[in-house]
């Protein structure tokens, strides 16, 4: 778990650095808040195009050889964003990392299957998202304090941001390569007893019969699993727009200029921080009461709330707060989401219902981040853009409520296993 944390929240960092990148960068290479989303835009389409091409090269080479070819290719590509001169450019660039970073989520979550019986898979998978906000806590410090290098040696600080992020992920890959056990039999932690009881639990599971293509698309093509899907792009749209968007958010906030940096970063790891503490609390009692619907609308209502607060709070302190309480809102309802939308899967084609409802989402990081450069651009602030995923989210909670009532009254509380 420490190593798939530790990957993915370098991977994070290196997505989503060029929010802080984009506080001198936009200026210098003359882009609008609408060709910046466009940059962003152009990556998350490329990484969902490549991303089942990726995963099949790593079912076909292994974790212990493709996980390293992925992580050193987006590290040199995040390290290229350094040479971006205009959009173009920085189109094609963000492009690559996008096909470099392609297939590195699932890679991660098929790895830890290999690691985790199903009984403990959803426990790990959340502590494992509790990477995406912590990786901001510590990128938004950290970028912060690159930035200011600006000059240093004649180059700008948004470039030394993408050349020194850059080369986490290419030496974390070389230790990966030398010392990630792929799977139990390695593990030295382990006696030999332990290793057996594990991996033939594991390869019980695996031989649970499957069902054929034609099964599995009926049994997810059905209404409470595409409503549910949509409420996920809704949800995503949230978490997104805090992973791109919160540098600048947070600058036009508090009325910083672009030389404070590092006020900004440190400013920025405070939502993500709670965030982390919130998702963990919130799904503790949602295990603990057994509820699920209640706490997912819970949460998604706090984060429209959040989102509401910054625009129509007049103070800067008090606009931040908002900021908070939508990300705790947002990460958590990307957390316990998973404990609601599973239900309506049959459990003998989860893993191609998750997919497909993971693929909605993606749809949420490709449109979004050019949607709000637009409104941006049109209305000079962030405001139309909150009120755009305040909004998304209010869809989301009707379709849910709607779904999940309906399914109630059907007697379809749960997928047939």
């Avoid at 299957?113 to 995406?132: D, E, H, I, V």
């Avoid at 069902?211 to 409470?224: C, H, Y």
């Avoid at 619907?293 to 606009?319: E, F, T, Y």
């Avoid at 305040?390 to 997928?415: E, H, P, Q, W």
Wanted: charged letters at 10%.
């Amino acid at each position: 778990m420490p190593w798939c944390t530790l990957i993915y929240v370098i991977a994070y960092i290196d997505r989503v650095n060029v929010g802080f990148a984009a506080l001198s960068m936009n200026k210098e290479l003359g882009l609008t808040a609408t060709t910046f989303g466009i940059a962003n835009t152009v990556l998350f389409v490329l990484y969902t195009v490549f991303e089942v091409p990726s995963s099949l090269l790593l079912m076909r080479y292994g974790i212990r050889r493709w996980l390293p070819t992925i992580m050193i290719g987006w590290g040199i590509a995040s390290a290229c964003t350094m040479f971006a001169v205009g959009p173009y450019s920085l189109y094609s660039l963000r492009g690559i990392v996008g096909i470099a970073e392609a297939g590195l989520l699932p890679g991660l979550l098929y790895f830890l299957s290999r690691w985790f019986p199903t009984a403990q898979r959803a426990k790990a998978t959340s502590m494992f998202l509790a990477s995406l906000p912590l990786a901001l806590v510590i990128g938004g410090p950290l970028s912060g304090a690159i930035m200011t290098l600006d000059g240093w040696l004649g180059l700008s600080g948004w470039r030394w941001l993408f050349l020194l992020e850059g080369l986490p992920p290419i030496l974390m890959g070389v230790c990966v390569f030398l010392w990630l056990p792929s799977q139990p039999s390695e593990a030295r932690w382990l006696t030999d007893e332990e290793k057996a009881a594990l991996q033939s639990r594991l390869d019980d599971e695996r031989l649970q019969p499957k069902k054929s293509g034609d099964r599995a698309w009926k049994d997810i093509l059905n209404a409470p699993v595409i409503v549910l899907a949509i409420s996920y792009f809704c949800i995503i749209a949230t978490v997104n727009t805090i992973g791109v968007w919160i540098p600048q958010i947070v600058k036009e906030l508090i009325g910083a200029d672009a030389s404070q940096t590092f006020l900004i970063g440190m400013i920025t790891a405070v939502p993500p921080l709670f965030a982390i503490v919130g998702m963990q609390l919130v799904s503790w009692n949602s295990d603990r009461t057994k509820e699920r619907v209640g706490h997912l609308i819970g949460v998604m209502s706090l984060a429209a709330l959040g989102w509401a607060l910054l625009v129509v709070l007049s103070v800067p302190s008090a606009k931040l707060a908002g900021l908070v309480v939508c990300t705790v809102g947002g990460y958590s309802a990307m957390a316990i989401f998973w404990t609601v939308g599973t239900k309506y899967i049959p459990h003998r084609t989860q893993a191609v219902g998750m997919a497909a409802i993971q693929s909605v989402g993606n749809i949420a990081s490709i449109t979004s981040p050019t949607i709000i450069g637009v409104l941006r651009d049109s209305t000079h602030n962030f405001y139309a853009g909150a009120w755009y995923t305040a909004g998304l989210l209010c869809i989301g909670i009707v379709l849910i409520l709607g779904v999940t009532m309906s399914a109630g009254k059907a007697g379809l509380t749960a997928a047939p296993k």
